[in-house]
Protein backbone atom coordinates (compact mmCIF):
# COMPACT_ATOMS: atom_id res chain seq x y z
CA UNK A 1 0.00 0.00 0.00
CA UNK A 2 1.22 3.70 -0.71
CA UNK A 3 0.00 7.02 0.89
CA UNK A 4 -0.48 9.73 -1.54
CA UNK A 5 -1.70 13.03 -1.66
CA UNK A 6 -3.96 14.81 -4.51
CA UNK A 7 -4.72 18.34 -4.97
CA UNK A 8 -7.85 19.82 -5.27
CA UNK A 9 -9.45 18.70 -8.73
CA UNK A 10 -12.41 17.55 -10.47
CA UNK A 11 -13.85 14.19 -10.80
CA UNK A 12 -16.57 12.64 -13.00
CA UNK A 13 -18.54 10.72 -10.30
CA UNK A 14 -22.20 8.64 -9.66
CA UNK A 15 -23.53 7.50 -6.57
CA UNK A 16 -25.25 3.83 -5.96
CA UNK A 17 -26.42 1.77 -3.33
CA UNK A 18 -25.51 -2.09 -2.76
CA UNK A 19 -25.32 -4.91 -0.50
CA UNK A 20 -21.99 -6.22 -1.70
CA UNK A 21 -20.26 -3.45 -3.45
CA UNK A 22 -17.34 -5.04 -4.88
CA UNK A 23 -18.03 -6.96 -8.08
CA UNK A 24 -22.02 -6.36 -7.71
CA UNK A 25 -24.37 -5.38 -10.38
CA UNK A 26 -24.74 -2.34 -8.92
CA UNK A 27 -20.14 -1.47 -8.89
CA UNK A 28 -20.38 -2.53 -12.88
CA UNK A 29 -22.95 0.04 -13.12
CA UNK A 30 -21.38 2.80 -11.82
CA UNK A 31 -18.40 1.92 -13.75
CA UNK A 32 -20.00 1.35 -17.02
CA UNK A 33 -22.11 5.07 -16.60
CA UNK A 34 -18.78 6.86 -16.25
CA UNK A 35 -17.42 4.96 -18.99
CA UNK A 36 -19.92 6.47 -21.14
CA UNK A 37 -19.13 9.84 -20.63
CA UNK A 38 -15.53 9.01 -20.96
CA UNK A 39 -16.73 7.31 -24.37
CA UNK A 40 -18.51 10.80 -25.76
CA UNK A 41 -21.88 10.83 -23.22
CA UNK A 42 -21.32 14.33 -22.73
CA UNK A 43 -21.81 17.78 -24.16
CA UNK A 44 -18.88 17.94 -26.13
CA UNK A 45 -19.27 14.92 -27.77
CA UNK A 46 -15.27 13.90 -26.93
CA UNK A 47 -14.10 10.87 -25.61
CA UNK A 48 -11.80 10.97 -23.06
CA UNK A 49 -9.20 9.09 -22.08
CA UNK A 50 -9.36 6.60 -19.42
CA UNK A 51 -7.57 7.86 -16.54
CA UNK A 52 -5.94 6.26 -13.04
CA UNK A 53 -7.11 6.48 -10.04
CA UNK A 54 -10.28 5.51 -10.30
CA UNK A 55 -12.02 5.89 -6.78
CA UNK A 56 -14.71 4.32 -4.95
CA UNK A 57 -16.00 6.31 -1.47
CA UNK A 58 -17.84 3.98 0.78
CA UNK A 59 -20.73 4.92 3.71
CA UNK A 60 -21.39 1.62 5.09
CA UNK A 61 -24.61 0.58 6.33
CA UNK A 62 -25.51 0.49 9.60
CA UNK A 63 -25.49 -3.49 10.01
CA UNK A 64 -25.01 -6.54 8.43
CA UNK A 65 -26.55 -6.96 5.28
CA UNK A 66 -27.68 -3.35 5.25
CA UNK A 67 -26.75 -1.52 1.85
CA UNK A 68 -23.48 0.76 1.22
CA UNK A 69 -23.89 4.23 -0.18
CA UNK A 70 -20.90 4.61 -2.42
CA UNK A 71 -19.45 7.05 -5.39
CA UNK A 72 -17.61 5.39 -8.00
CA UNK A 73 -15.20 8.54 -9.89
CA UNK A 74 -12.67 8.63 -12.55
CA UNK A 75 -10.42 11.49 -12.54
CA UNK A 76 -10.48 14.32 -15.40
CA UNK A 77 -7.56 14.79 -17.17
CA UNK A 78 -5.80 17.63 -16.40
CA UNK A 79 -6.05 19.29 -19.68
CA UNK A 80 -9.85 19.57 -18.76
CA UNK A 81 -9.78 20.08 -15.41
CA UNK A 82 -10.62 24.06 -16.40
CA UNK A 83 -13.48 23.10 -19.01
CA UNK A 84 -14.85 19.30 -18.71
CA UNK A 85 -17.42 18.83 -20.46
CA UNK A 86 -20.68 17.97 -18.91
CA UNK A 87 -22.33 14.14 -18.75
CA UNK A 88 -25.50 13.74 -20.48
CA UNK A 89 -26.71 10.73 -18.50
CA UNK A 90 -28.78 10.77 -15.09
CA UNK A 91 -26.91 10.56 -12.39
CA UNK A 92 -23.54 10.98 -13.61
CA UNK A 93 -22.01 14.72 -12.43
CA UNK A 94 -18.74 16.46 -12.04
CA UNK A 95 -17.39 16.49 -8.32
CA UNK A 96 -14.72 19.42 -7.14
CA UNK A 97 -13.09 17.54 -4.95
CA UNK A 98 -10.51 19.22 -2.10
CA UNK A 99 -6.84 18.08 -1.59
CA UNK A 100 -7.15 14.62 -0.05
CA UNK A 101 -4.61 11.79 1.47
CA UNK A 102 -5.77 8.49 0.47
CA UNK A 103 -4.05 5.20 0.68
CA UNK A 104 -3.86 3.34 -2.55
CA UNK A 105 -3.40 -0.36 -2.70
CA UNK A 106 -0.72 -1.15 -5.68
CA UNK A 107 -1.45 -4.00 -7.43
CA UNK A 108 2.17 -5.28 -9.21
CA UNK A 109 2.97 -7.64 -11.94
CA UNK A 110 6.24 -10.28 -10.85
Known sequence: ?????FPAQKWISTDSQAIIVHDSPEGQGAFWKLFGYIDGNNTAGMKIPMTAPVSRFLIPGVGPNCETNFTTSFYIPANL???APEPLQSGVYIEERKEMRVGMILHRLV
Open 81 to 83: QEN
Open 1 to 5: YEERV
